[in-house]
């Protein structure tokens, strides 16, 4: 059975650091894609970061890009969103999701490609 359990999420200031934690069972991790979501108070759910399996190669949303890092821990089947620098406009739900197969740059951001999902973890960046 295919699990995606998501963790770390927590209210904190503009400015601050959060680490998100993805783990995963039921599949090997080296033949999918996880993805982190995230979705704001009626706002789409929009792709956030994709690492492949093997490889590793890593994509980002530009909104993101330098404040947050995504990286695989094998040895826990561990997929972590490393947030930097967090504003207010990062706040909302963050999913993480898995795709069968190496997701491309141009499809990485696409929630409807996604097979399996988590259930969530709430991020707040507010005084």
């Known amino acids: 059975q295919v699990q995606l359990v998501e963790s770390g999420g927590a209210l904190v200031q503009p400015g601050g650091s959060l680490r998100l934690s993805c783990t995963t069972s039921?599949?090997?991790?080296?033949?999918?894609?996880i993805v982190w979501f995230r979705q704001a108070p009626g706002k789409e759910r929009e792709g956030v970061s994709c690492?492949?399996?093997?490889?590793?190669?890593?994509f980002y949303a530009d909104s993101v890009k330098g404040r947050f890092t995504i990286s695989k821990d094998k040895a826990t089947n561990t997929v972590h969103l490393e947030m930097n620098n967090l504003k207010p406009e990062d706040t909302g739900v963050y999913y993480c999701?898995?795709?069968?197969?190496?997701?491309?740059?141009?499809?990485?951001?696409?929630?409807?490609?996604?097979?399996?999902w988590g259930k969530g973890t709430l991020v707040t960046v507010s005084d």
């Open positions: 039921g599949f090997t991790s080296e033949n999918y894609s």
């Open positions: 690492i492949r399996g093997r490889a590793g190669t890593r």
């Open positions: 999701a898995g795709y069968p197969g190496h997701l491309i740059n141009t499809a990485w951001f696409l929630p409807a490609m996604m097979t399996y």
